[in-house]
């Protein structure tokens, strides 16, 4: 008799009484699958470098949704119907598409090797952190996944007769080309896939993801397949074979190609089960295998799970929320489960990673931190991450400090160690310095200082500040500079440099301060009376005409701004928002613009401009009981327990960051200034767990108290602060806030 | 004062004193490299497995010998202009495209990547045996190739200023496509490129040759270069690179894709040499490099090529002869040469190489040669590696039991562990069993015999004898089977026979002796009367028709027969001449018989089928004379020390035994028969030194006495034979024959 067992079955009953449903269990990956929210509800270790996402976005079934008909930037689409494969790379949130490569597949029959002929619709879809299941219509195949952080690990559950896995390395939702694969044993291939050219950019970086997978029955045939490019020569007509796939059976050494593959096949003459796990690397397929062998070895398809869920109970237990509804619960904590897929983990289980611009392989002792959307993120997320992970935010920076060492530069929009130069601005510098001024120091900060000036004053040659020059000289980019968004541009230069002017306070550079404080208030010559609002500008001091405001929503090209319109960049000046202000007039203008732009459509939930304007109302005393309402309306329109359930493209966590704040009642609405201002809590308490490394509390509340009508109070440890506005050490050194309706 | 640099002088001194011309120098890689001999001038060693040929098959430069608007089987054309790089895996004298690639090229100024743009005239070629030069006229750079066995290597002398070294995959000689490419380090890059599908089979059996690329002098920059397939999909619109060539500067991960190749730039501030080194390998990237290492190392481009250039004397001073012109002497010895050159070798310098249909690496203590097209060789070839190395034709038997013992089948038509099943018949096992019966019985007897039987008895699934059940029953293949050339199919089938029933017989098993011996016979109910020929029939026993017997010269396709017409396979019964010579009814109507297809055109100099035809004539006293005189017509108008000296393909140097042969006086008719009918041979004397492991004598002399007239008398070791007839083992037992004319 074993008393342990005992003991221990005691406990998990007791659990099962008590029943408080943990953290994890509120994940909901379908949210965002849908509207373009472009996640993915497949199966992911926290900030994993590989993941299994359903995929069912190729072939005409999958129409209007289909990769090579339009732009689309995601594996999984949740209203298509038809599924090729489970993909083992993929990004999730993102606005161009890449990765969504290495795809498995199990069929039943004769092999076919065409997605199009072997696709399959489904029924029974689940997802949870770390796990996603479906059932395969036209094969009477169950599919699981799971993922450790470095692999990817399916389960197939086959009827008796023959069956197959195909691991197909031409379908994928990148649109780079090419591969290798490589059978090393009847139950292991390796290989790669080419992958990069995010936003159709940079092509020359395009890279190599690199697998190894490995199949618990080993085959008992396999084969490579390869469907050449068709010749168009003369001697096309003595190639019988010209533009058919070719099925190499039993063949053992490499083979490169665009349309490849490779597949086992079994005859089982019962239901079983086939394990297949795929360790992924971007430095070698040797530390591809040394990835599977290390982090997952013999374990099981449900040991993986049960590892990654437990990781992922773990990261979300962090803050507890109580109160709310079990669909607010379900939305917040999948938000928060979404903050934690990027930046993912770059470097192998031996540290190693390939660097940024060198060609070399480099090694860490932390984690490599990849895909880094900073013109997102930039605004909530790293705040967010420096609050609850602030360890994780540390990593961050030290891996931007490190592609600094590698290529010279600050990171832009870094994926995968390559730059891909997406959207504009000099991001890195806003999350470094507002990484520091939350108390997170242990980084390099000589080099870090040093890296932000080289940005912010490298004339010639510099790849973060195009048109840097007139900036400098001018005080704005102007349109005849022929850099895209001249406004924009402007604007996020000024966010920079005010980002700059705090860092450089805080080490006690005072002139550095005052330099680029006044650099950051030069949006300010770009405000035109007329419209009340910026507008593009000649270099010779002329406006920009015919200038139609309203010009530039939904992503329609315009003069002056990226991605928005005049409307959306207006008091895109969190630095500044009192000057704002005062450009527009008076407190109540800028309220009446505010309004405006929410009542008459101007407002863009979906993209990162104005994500902060909700907040801005409480700029203006008298009225924060419209911050507050707008801030309620945002989350009950854009975030639901819903596949739509996000307002557009995640962007790596940004508007799920956004949403946790909004949910808890605290905004960071100027990044490099270390404070939040304050909006209505959804839940009646939230519980943050601090790190105690970096704070000196263990626990931060907030509690609201009465649930109807607007704020009447806050109060920080039983004190009222009379103020809208809280800064973050404060904050994290209290024990807890109140915020009191009435 | 250096004693031994002065006595080395002075040997030298007195060699060029003496100055006879060595054996090496009477080698003019030229031959054959027009007129489709398919042979090429480029650098190799003895069997090498590399080779570097100058590459002029590409571009409307080289029309109409180009390689893409025709079916066209070699690296260079002699005639053509336009030079690309230099190949480093080549194959000789065979008749369908493949290899040529691995492609060097040097220029200078700004780097281009595609051939049409890069390539040149040239001027100044030079060859022999294991070296080629010649003067790029747009570069003004001077190109130098040598070889070892595994190991290609170039040196380029540059003039001052900017120099590249462009590595292209993408270009090549071969149909298969695709590769890999690495930079390993600035002086060092590996990678591999497909070849295969030869003649348009077998495109599932496509494999890589890996290579390992060493620079003399590392690169100042480097770069990878790539142009992807053009984008068709709604997405190009956003691809502002598609369907351009992608430059990687510095990129160090793997590239693959179709139009690939790497470059090394320098800048050199005097006329500078460069050397590069390729290590090739059939099995890895890894053998590849440690060929390179093991077998060149450090050595110098010169060092490199004194080796092979004694390793080629070596070879070719197993005859010696006297007499003759200098172009006799310059054909006969390039004939040598070309024999040396396939069969070649396929493993590794650590004896590992790819099996034949397992997928797995073997390894062997020998050579394992590869490049056996039987249907051609076994005619003459191999009975004259018995006689002149029967070392490596030991060899040749033990690699081909080993195809055996891995995919369960004698070779028919290898190709770098791939069988291509070009051509017909199973002409492995009337190699094996000649080798045998000339007294080189170092081999698995017993397997060699089931491996014969084998494929003399399988009816079902047989690849080397497809209509193998009819043949056994009816004698024939019929022309209703469908299989291509069924009378040449079953003449084929007749001369294995033979063989194998001469194999049984020196092994005792004389029943078996009966068996094959009869069914040897059979092509004997395909003679026709009515035509005096073989004609094709139908399985009910009735005769093809219409018949045309003049149809299928020049590689017409025709019923009946393959690569001829029923002329040229008439008398394609060597084991049974006397038999045939009955058919026809008389020795007259047969000299009539030849001296009609001779006089009247139909004798095909440049294909196997009827080789042997002039000796025939020896079959029929009195008219021994006519052999005599065709044989030196023939060597004559088809054999010249012209680019155009080979009357076609050399087919792995069949052509050059031919020539050899009749150049000594003696020609092996009958395969599986040791004995030689003997004509006149063109020098006054010729001197083998026979390998003593094999024969009783070092030395074989055959000695021409009087210039004008016809044979007279043949004496061996004096004693008149009274014959034109002669056992192998009494002609290799004496010590000279002497040929007496008058």
Redesign the interface.
């Known amino acids: 008799m074993n008393l342990k067992k005992i003991t221990l079955g005691l406990f998990f009953l007791g659990s099962m009484l008590t029943a408080q449903k943990q953290a994890v269990e509120y994940v909901n990956p379908f949210i965002g699958t849908s509207n373009y929210g472009a996640t993915n509800p497949g199966a992911i270790a926290p900030r994993g470098m590989a993941s299994v996402s359903p995929f069912n976005v190729a072939g005409p079934q999958n129409l209007p949704h289909e990769k090579?008909?339009?732009?689309l930037s995601n594996p999984y689409v949740h209203q298509n119907t038809f599924l090729t494969g489970f993909t083992h790379v993929n990004l999730s949130g993102v606005g161009c598409?890449d990765l969504g490569v290495v795809i498995t597949m199990p069929t039943t029959g004769a092999v076919e090797t065409n997605h199009l002929n072997y696709g399959t619709t489904y029924t029974d879809e689940k997802a949870t952190a770390g796990y996603y299941s479906v059932n395969l219509s036209k094969y009477n195949v169950k599919a699981e996944a799971t993922a450790s952080t470095r692999v990817g690990v399916t389960r197939y559950t086959f009827p008796a007769g023959k069956s197959n896995i195909l691991l197909n390395l031409g379908l994928g939702l990148t649109?780079e080309?090419?591969?290798?694969v490589k059978?090393v044993a009847p139950d292991e291939i390796e290989g790669?896939r080419?992958v990069g050219?995010f936003c159709?950019n940079s092509?020359?970086?395009?890279?190599?993801v690199y697998f190894v997978a490995k199949f618990s029955k080993p085959a008992e045939e396999f084969a490579i397949w390869n469907k050449?490019?068709k010749?168009e020569?003369?001697?096309a007509q003595?190639?019988?074979?010209n533009g058919k796939t070719?099925?190499?059976?039993?063949?053992?050494?490499?083979v490169?190609?665009?349309s490849i593959g490779a597949y086992v096949t079994y005859n089982f003459d019962k239901q079983t089960q086939v394990e297949v796990k795929i360790g992924v690397s971007y430095v070698s397929i040797e530390n591809a295998r040394q990835n599977l062998e290390k982090e997952v070895g013999d374990m099981s398809f449900d040991q993986v799970y049960d590892k990654t869920k437990n990781e992922w109970n773990k990261a979300l237990s962090t803050i507890e929320v109580e109160g709310g509804t079990e669909d607010e619960k379900t939305v917040f904590y999948t938000a928060l489960y979404h903050t934690q897929i990027h930046p993912n983990t770059l470097n192998d289980y031996n540290g190693e990673y390939?660097e940024i611009g060198?060609?070399?392989i480099g090694k860490t002792s932390g984690t490599r931190f990849t895909v880094f959307s900073l013109w997102d993120t930039y605004r909530n997320y790293h705040q967010l991450m420096s609050l609850l992970y602030p360890d994780q935010q540390l990593n961050m920076v030290n891996s931007m400090l490190q592609m600094y060492d590698e290529n010279g530069w600050l990171p832009k929009w870094e994926l995968n160690s390559t730059e891909t130069f997406t959207m504009v601005g000099d991001p890195a510098s806003v999350v470094i310095s507002d990484t520091y001024l939350r108390g997170i120091k242990g980084f390099d900060v000589d080099k870090a200082y040093e890296a932000m000036l080289k940005g912010a004053n490298q004339i010639e040659n510099n790849p973060l500040r195009p048109g840097l020059e007139e900036y400098i000289k001018n005080g704005y980019v102007s349109v005849d500079s022929k850099i895209g968004g001249p406004v924009s541009t402007t604007q996020e230069y000024n966010i920079s440099d005010y980002a700059i002017a705090q860092f450089a306070k805080a080490l006690g550079k005072k002139e550095d301060y005052k330099t680029y404080y006044k650099r950051s208030l030069s949006y300010r010559k770009l405000f035109d009376k007329e419209f009340e609002l910026l507008r593009p500008k000649y270099s010779n001091g002329e406006w920009y005409k015919p200038f139609d405001p309203n010009k530039g929503a939904n992503f329609e090209k315009n003069v002056g701004y990226i991605e928005g319109n005049a409307w959306q960049y207006a008091f895109m000046n969190p630095h500044d928002i009192k000057g704002n202000i005062k450009l527009v007039g008076s407190n109540k203008k800028f309220v009446t613009q505010l309004d405006n732009i929410f009542e008459k459509g101007q407002f863009d939930m979906a993209n990162e401009p104005d994500i902060a304007y909700p907040f801005l109302y409480n700029y203006c005393k008298g009225y924060e009981y419209k911050a507050q309402n707008r801030v309620h309306e945002l989350i009950a329109e854009y975030f639901t327990n819903k596949p739509a359930g996000l307002p557009g493209n995640d962007d790596t966590g940004t508007m799920s960051a956004w949403v946790i704040y909004a949910m808890m009642g605290i905004y960071p609405v100027t990044p490099a200034a270390p404070m939040y201002t304050i909006t209505t809590p959804v839940f009646d308490k939230v519980t943050i767990h601090l790190d105690e490394n970096y704070y000196d509390n263990s626990t931060l509340v907030i509690e609201k108290q009465g649930n109807d009508g607007i704020i009447s109070e806050v109060k920080l440890e039983g004190k009222n602060i009379r103020s809208f506005f809280i800064d973050h050490d404060e904050l994290t050194s209290s024990g807890k806030m109140e915020i009191i309706l009435k």
């Open positions: 090579d008909s339009r732009w598409p649109n080309q090419g591969g290798m059978m790669f080419n050219s159709y092509p020359e970086q395009a890279y190599p050449p490019y010749y020569g003369v001697e003595w190639m019988g074979y070719r099925i190499m059976k039993g063949y053992t050494r490499e490169v190609g665009d390939p060198t060609g070399k």
